[in-house]
């Protein structure tokens, strides 16, 4: 466990979890089930028993920090990353990579979102340990493939060579197909949801990086004698002005050789939208999930989340979203979640406040 490090990924707006994901507290913030812990908390609690606090690193924008420091308190300063602009995954993950590697060239490492739900976690445990296992002694990328249970045109997906190994090798990547062609996916069984969830050793990361991505690797390999000292932050700042914005999908996953999958299914969603927190929770007799002060009547299929200090009324709504928060109040329906980002362009030319 000591060579066992989690970079989890915390710098995200959410844009399509609007009006209840804003630039200036986002959803990984918020207590979005209801449980009483942040989706953020939630993702460092999932690793209890797989690494050490102390190995644990959250790399976030610059604004967010004290959100951070507020809700995972236990975190020294060297384990949250601030990055000064938002260059997608490559670069914030490569952050973070070099900055472990500057104090464990043997680390073995696992890299995951701060906003993804998971409901066996168990399960989820037993997943990553199977893929460090694998990564411990052999430099190869990993990737978590999630059992598709529905042609999802939203996610990303996996195809992988057929056989009885647990950890297989990955054919090829299709980012968010049209519905035919998802329905192919669903029909042929090899194809798995990307989950964004990737394992790999220090070495192998490394290596794949200098290869596919060579100006990152050339920026991050630079910082090795500021990493854990008080230079780090202005070189940061520097590094991040050369920086290119890829994502790590993009950037090395679909273009290198030694990448493998490890199937799995431990009630995942990646909360990216209204409709994902939707099939997730849990619904009452009329199929609606709702969290607030409310009446509703001949209602059904929706999700309704309102604030608490306010009764909302709700007559004749069949299949939507209703949400409200800091102001803004969003009423669409759950088909056309897709124009969420349409609607906060909108808001943001009306009033930079209202996103």
């Avoid at 990328?141 to 990955?170: E, N, S």
Wanted: include cysteine; charged fraction near 25%; glycine fraction near 6%.
């Amino acid at each position: 466990m000591q060579d066992t490090y989690v970079i989890i990924m915390a710098g995200g707006v959410g844009t399509r979890f609007w009006p209840f994901s804003r630039t200036d507290f986002p959803k990984q913030f918020h207590d979005v089930l209801g449980t009483g812990r942040t989706l953020l908390q939630q993702t460092v609690d999932r690793f209890d028993g797989v690494c050490p606090i102390e190995n644990v690193y959250i790399v976030t924008s610059q604004e967010y920090k004290e959100l951070v420091k507020q809700q995972i308190p236990e975190l020294t300063d060297d384990q949250i990353l601030l990055e000064p602009h938002r260059r997608n995954t490559a670069p914030c993950i490569a952050y973070a990579c070099y900055k472990i590697a500057a104090r464990n060239p043997n680390a073995n490492v696992v890299v995951a979102p701060a906003d993804h739900i998971i409901l066996k976690e168990e399960v989820f445990k037993d997943t990553i340990r199977v893929a460090l296992g694998a990564t411990r002694n052999e430099d190869i990328l990993v990737t978590l493939g999630i059992q598709p249970t529905r042609p999802d045109t939203g996610y990303g997906y996996i195809q992988y060579i057929p056989d009885k190994l647990t950890v297989k090798k990955v054919k090829s990547f299709t980012e968010k197909p049209h519905l035919e062609l998802a329905l192919q996916f669903l029909d042929s069984g090899d194809f798995v949801w990307n989950a964004g969830i990737f394992v790999w050793n220090i070495n192998a990361f490394k290596k794949a990086l200098t290869q596919f991505q060579p100006d990152i690797a050339e920026i991050f390999q630079g910082g090795n004698e500021h990493y854990y000292v008080d230079s780090e932050d202005s070189f940061i700042q520097r590094a991040y002005q050369h920086c290119g914005s890829i994502s790590i999908d993009n950037g090395i996953m679909e273009k290198a050789e030694n990448v493998h999958v490890v199937l799995a299914s431990f009630g995942w969603s990646d909360l990216g939208t209204w409709k994902s927190m939707y099939e997730v929770s849990e619904k009452d007799a009329n199929l609606n999930v709702t969290d607030g002060n409310m009446i509703l009547h001949n209602t059904t299929n929706s999700i309704i989340k309102t604030p608490k200090d306010k009764l909302v009324v709700i007559n004749g709504l069949d299949g939507f979203i209703v949400a409200e928060f800091d102001g803004v109040l969003l009423i669409c329906k759950k088909d056309d979640e897709q124009k969420v980002k349409e609607f906060v362009a909108e808001a943001k030319e009306l009033d930079p406040k209202y996103v």
